[in-house]
């Protein structure tokens, strides 16, 4: 078992916004954190990296309580690309990236070449190559959403948490950091992500961890945790998990609100 949650409990100050929450994943999962707005799913990831201290429970990394882990050895193990940030400075986007490799390299040490190099891939992977140059300031939130995927991936972590990653992308951009995702685990890396999309599981995930008001309602395989009796008490409207055909003949499951 690569990562293991046992009984997690944990909040904001004295606010307990999850309660209880396990699961698992091994090397090479995909797991993803589903529920509507409010559910807890970003609490969670912070909870994982300790950005916030939990209240109760455990994570394990190969057997090894987190607690005991030191910051840097921490983001060896995970790397983390969140919803948005905050910058003001005006790096350029190869800058950014590079900032990944913070946790490899030496205390008064500066980026080798080596770690430029990475960083220049990482960009080459979501096909951003091009933008190496231009300031992280001046570029669109679609644009910025995928430096953070890349500065995420440049880290080169065995855990890689993703705090929606589609979310701000248009549809090419999204098949651009699925692809991206499928690289990661195919280099030997898990990947955490949540998501608002109830279809979004289905072609990308292993592993689904359905919340709701912080409380879990199911984890497992994406069949068997997202059905529609499971996504109705979830999202309070009817749905169905349909299985479509495209043009080569490939089936793939989607959900589908009803309205009557």
Known sequence: MQLQVENLIGGYGKKEILHNISFNINEGDVLCILGPNGCGKSTLLKLLLRIITKMTGNVF?????TDKIDRKTLAQIFSYMPQSDRMLFPYTILEMVTMGRT????KWNT???DDINIAYEALEKLKIAHMANKLYTNISGGERQLVLIARAICQDASI???DEPTSSLDFANKLLVMDAI???VKEGRSVIL???????PFSIASKVLLLSNGRKVGFGKPLEVLTSKALERVYGIPMDIMTVTDRFNDEMNICMPIHK
């Open 111 to 113: 980026p080798s070449k």
């Open 160 to 162: 890689l948490i993703m």
């Open 103 to 106: 946790c490899h390299i030496g």
């Open 194 to 200: 949540t998501t608002h999309s109830p279809s979004e």
């Open 61 to 65: 990394i190969h057997g090894k309580n």
């Open 182 to 184: 499928s690289t990661a």
